[in-house]
């Protein structure tokens, strides 16, 4: 499973790059405005930091005005995703783009249905909100298994992204699903990295070294 981060800090984003494992990055409209800079600059920033997808979403409502801000965004760098809503106009404008070379990351996913319609358009990408499913009281992580699922079933190309992430066990149970890729907040980066007994591991090596690194 590939490990996306979801955020439009570049500090962030350049300390979990540093790790090694960073394959992507995910942005949102939420996410940008926390930054306080231009947009456009942010983007080709980050397009420049990972070596990866990087998306970035279109604001706009109507089909032609998707593709036209679609286009302006892809053109910030080649590594560029372009984010679209689930819904008509969007669906319209994923079929335009993707047959123009255009990668589309399908957002605000949260239901099968919504995922085999995001593919039938021709998206790279879906990605379903398991978080949020969960803060109402639905099954996030089933949502992604009925579209991992679905999608093997016909042998679907779509990578399924899964999103709005909010601690480890989202990460863990993901992969145990199968899915493609998760994008993954800072902070639970941070997470799942630590174990108190790996600390306790750390501080008892250091000790001990100390007792025989001058004989």
Same mark, same amino acid.
């Given at each position: 499973?590939?490990?996306?981060?979801?955020?439009?800090?570049?500090?962030?984003?350049?300390?979990?790059?540093?790790?090694?494992?960073?394959?992507?990055?995910?942005?949102?409209?939420?996410?940008?405005?926390?930054?306080?800079?231009?947009?456009?600059?942010?983007?080709?920033?980050?397009?420049?930091?990972?070596?990866?997808?990087?998306?970035?979403?279109?604001?706009?409502?109507?089909?032609?005005?998707? +593709?036209? /801000?679609?286009?302006?965004? $892809?053109? !910030?760098?080649?590594? *560029?995703?372009?984010? #679209?809503?689930?819904?008509?106009?969007?669906?319209?404008?994923?079929?335009?783009?993707?047959?123009?070379?255009?990668?589309?990351?399908?957002?605000?996913?949260?239901?099968?249905?919504?995922?085999?319609?995001?593919?039938?358009?021709?998206?790279?990408?879906?990605?379903?909100?398991?978080?949020?499913?969960?803060?109402?009281?639905?099954?996030?992580?089933? +949502?992604? /298994?009925?579209?991992?699922? $679905?999608? !093997?079933?016909?042998? *679907?190309?779509?990578? #399924?992204?899964?999103?709005?992430?909010?601690?480890?066990?989202?990460?863990?149970?993901?992969?145990?699903?199968?899915?493609?890729?998760?994008?993954?907040?800072?902070?639970?980066?941070?997470?799942?990295?630590?174990?108190?007994?790996?600390?306790?591991?750390?501080?008892?090596?250091?000790?001990?070294?100390?007792?025989?690194?001058?004989?």
């Amino acid at each position: 499973m590939k490990l996306f981060i979801d955020t439009a800090n570049i500090d962030h984003i350049k300390e979990i790059n540093g790790w090694g494992i960073l394959s992507g990055v995910t942005t949102n409209p939420t996410l940008c405005s926390k930054e306080c800079r231009s947009f456009k600059d942010m983007i080709k920033e980050i397009a420049a930091i990972v070596d990866g997808p990087i998306s970035a979403e279109a604001l706009s409502m109507k089909k032609d005005e998707i +593709v036209k /801000e679609a286009k302006e965004l $892809a053109s !910030i760098a080649g590594n *560029i995703v372009i984010k #679209v809503p689930i819904m008509p106009d969007g669906l319209a404008a994923t079929k335009i783009l993707s047959e123009e070379g255009i990668d589309i990351n399908m957002t605000l996913i949260f239901s099968a249905n919504q995922a085999m319609l995001a593919a039938a358009a021709g998206a790279r990408y879906v990605s379903p909100f398991v978080g949020r499913l969960d803060d109402i009281g639905n099954d996030g992580m089933g +949502v992604i /298994e009925e579209i991992m699922e $679905a999608y !093997i079933n016909f042998d *679907i190309d779509t990578e #399924v992204i899964c999103a709005s992430i909010r601690h480890p066990q989202h990460v863990v149970d993901a992969a145990l699903i199968g899915c493609d890729i998760s994008t993954i907040p800072y902070e639970v980066f941070k997470k799942m990295i630590k174990h108190p007994l790996t600390d306790k591991g750390i501080e008892s090596f250091q000790q001990d070294w100390e007792k025989i690194k001058g004989l």
